[in-house]
């Protein structure tokens, strides 16, 4: 799977003068890259927060992050690419905070947070081609510039997967579930996560009524008919465990008490 690196990302960022970072709204402290920022404000590119995937979160959590991200002086706004919510509040917005009209805009992030989809919401049809599962067909390999309208330009990026970011989002996102050297590890630290912010995201994805990550998955193994011989083929539940994640159908959100935050 290809993912953006550094320089390439920095070479980009030389060509826009305006940053868009999407994060996933389910978890967008985490999905945040502070080495984008840092890039951003060194090269003085105007950047601004996408919330996306609003649609998985209540109003009331998304608006206390954007309460947060407000103290901390980065300008935010939540969106849903998938039901086209508040996707003529984004484009008003990036123009609004675009330093000059037109603007060329890139729009970066972990895989799989949505970039492409942002786009094509942004034009009206499907331009940039998107996927559900990092590495499968139709997920981002290069930068492409992207014309939204007149005054606005978007250019497109594949993923990233910082070093420095969260070692679970980096695993579910940076590599294709069927790439995995060790699936379970990641499964189960998914799980631990799910269950530990929302014990009932278990149940309500898999009908399963386990807190112990590892019964999970044989539990769901069992339940699909997966066996490797006479044993449940835990390997497969803990795949199909992260695309649920992607997918949506394994689903829960972290709050900014989550993590200690104030504002
Ligand atoms: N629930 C939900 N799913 C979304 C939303 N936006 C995008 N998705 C889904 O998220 C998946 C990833 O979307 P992409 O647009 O391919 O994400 P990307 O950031 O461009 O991914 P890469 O190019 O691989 O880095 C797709 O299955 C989309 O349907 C949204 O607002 N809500
Ligand atoms: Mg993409």
Redesign the pocket.
């Known amino acids: 799977m290809k993912i953006a690196t550094w320089k390439d990302l920095s070479k980009a960022m030389d060509q826009v003068n305006m940053v868009i970072e999407?994060l996933d709204s389910r978890d967008p402290w985490t999905t945040r890259s502070e080495k984008l920022e840092r890039m951003a404000g060194e090269k003085g590119k105007k950047l601004i927060l996408v919330m996306?995937?609003?649609?998985?979160v209540p109003k009331n959590v998304l608006d206390e992050w954007k309460r947060l991200f407000d103290s901390m002086g980065l300008k935010s706004i939540y969106?849903?690419?998938?039901?086209r919510?508040g996707t003529l509040r984004l484009r008003r917005f990036i123009k609004r905070e675009a330093p000059e009209l037109p603007v060329k805009a890139l729009i970066a992030?972990?895989?799989?947070?949505?970039?492409?989809?942002?786009i094509?919401v942004l034009k009206g049809r499907s331009s940039?081609?998107?996927?559900?599962?990092?590495?499968n067909p139709?997920?981002?390999r290069h930068f492409q510039l992207y014309r939204i309208d007149s005054k606005l330009y978007i250019l497109?990026?594949?993923?990233i997967v910082p070093a420095e970011g969260n070692p679970l989002e980096i695993a579910v996102r940076g590599v294709p579930p069927e790439e995995m050297r060790n699936p379970i590890e990641v499964a189960v630290k998914l799980l631990e996560r799910a269950l530990q912010v929302d014990p009932s995201s278990v149940w309500r994805a898999y009908r399963i009524d386990e807190r112990d990550p590892v019964k999970v998955l044989e539990a769901l193994a069992v339940k699909r008919g997966w066996v490797r011989g006479r044993e449940p083929d835990v390997d497969e539940a803990a795949r199909q465990v992260i695309r649920d994640y992607?997918?949506?159908k394994l689903t829960f959100y972290v709050t900014p008490s989550d993590y200690g935050l104030e504002y």
């Open positions: 999407v996306n995937k609003s649609d998985l969106v849903s690419a998938r039901e919510l992030g972990y895989p799989k947070v949505g970039k492409s989809s942002i094509n940039a081609s998107t996927s559900p599962i990092p590495g139709g997920y981002t497109d990026s594949p993923g992607h997918r949506a």
